[in-house]
């Protein structure tokens, strides 16, 4: 019964290769977002989708592209990964996009070599 | 610039100590802050907002615009009160789009 779910939890890739990181949530939200938290642990939004539209989209390299194929999932997917890419990116839903708590997930570690 | 700040990665106190995790932010308009915290082995949670002027699990945090602050504290840290903080100013543009800080780390030792 885990509210906002991630996977992998963990993630080792070589520089070049493509991936994905998949969201779900089962809390009937309508908008989703995800974070980056870099190795000083700053956390950053990258983007945010409320009912499958996109609403935040930071200044994120277009090698990162989201994919919300209904409100439930927004899935990450990353090109030609680089070292730099290395971090932990969180999940994070909220009821409506407004001024609410966000519910987090418990976080994706990807490792590019 | 919207930013927030986090001056202390480590705040490091015995137990029944007083806690402040100080946080200061930047920001033009009205601000609204929020600590959020994560236990060991623990999501990321909502652990109070200024608007609702609460205490929860005995924390509360005061808004102080003329110091832009938004400091958390504690009267008596308790060992199960250790883990990662981080201060977030919610940022003008009509969505949740939060800020946060690089977060405090709390240990509380007996």
């Known amino acids: 019964d885990t509210a906002v779910s991630q996977t992998p939890k963990y993630l080792v890739t070589q520089m070049g290769n493509d991936k994905s990181i998949k969201c779900e949530q089962n809390?009937?939200?309508?908008?989703m977002y995800w974070y980056k938290q870099d190795s000083k642990k700053f956390l950053k939004i990258m983007f945010s989708?409320?009912?499958?539209?996109?609403?935040i989209n930071e200044t994120v390299p277009n090698r990162f592209s989201p994919k919300s194929p209904d409100k439930a999932h927004l899935n990450l997917h990353i090109n030609s990964l680089e070292l730099g890419d290395s971090a932990v990116y969180f999940c994070?839903?909220?009821?409506?996009?407004?001024?609410?708590?966000?519910?987090f997930g418990s976080g994706t570690q990807l490792s590019v070599l | 610039a919207q930013r927030v700040t986090q001056p202390e990665k480590l705040l490091s106190v015995f137990k029944g100590a007083p806690v402040e995790l100080k946080c200061n932010y930047s920001?033009?308009?009205?601000?609204?802050l929020f600590w959020y915290v994560q236990y060991s082995r623990q999501r990321l949670q909502l652990l109070l907002r200024?608007?609702s002027r609460e205490s929860i699990k005995g924390f509360t945090a005061d808004l102080n615009k003329g110091e832009t602050s938004f400091h958390l504290k504690k009267p008596f840290a308790q060992e199960e009160d250790s883990a990662m903080y981080y201060c977030?100013?919610?940022?003008?543009?009509?969505?949740?789009?939060?800020?946060f800080g690089a977060g405090t780390r709390l240990a509380v030792h007996p």
């Open positions: 994070a839903s909220s009821p409506t996009g407004g001024n609410e708590k966000l519910f």
């Open positions: 809390l009937g939200h309508d908008t």
């Open positions: 989708y409320n009912n499958k539209e996109l609403i």
């Open positions: 920001y033009s308009g009205s601000p609204e």
């Open positions: 200024h608007i």
């Open positions: 977030a100013l919610r940022a003008s543009g009509g969505y949740n789009k939060l800020i």
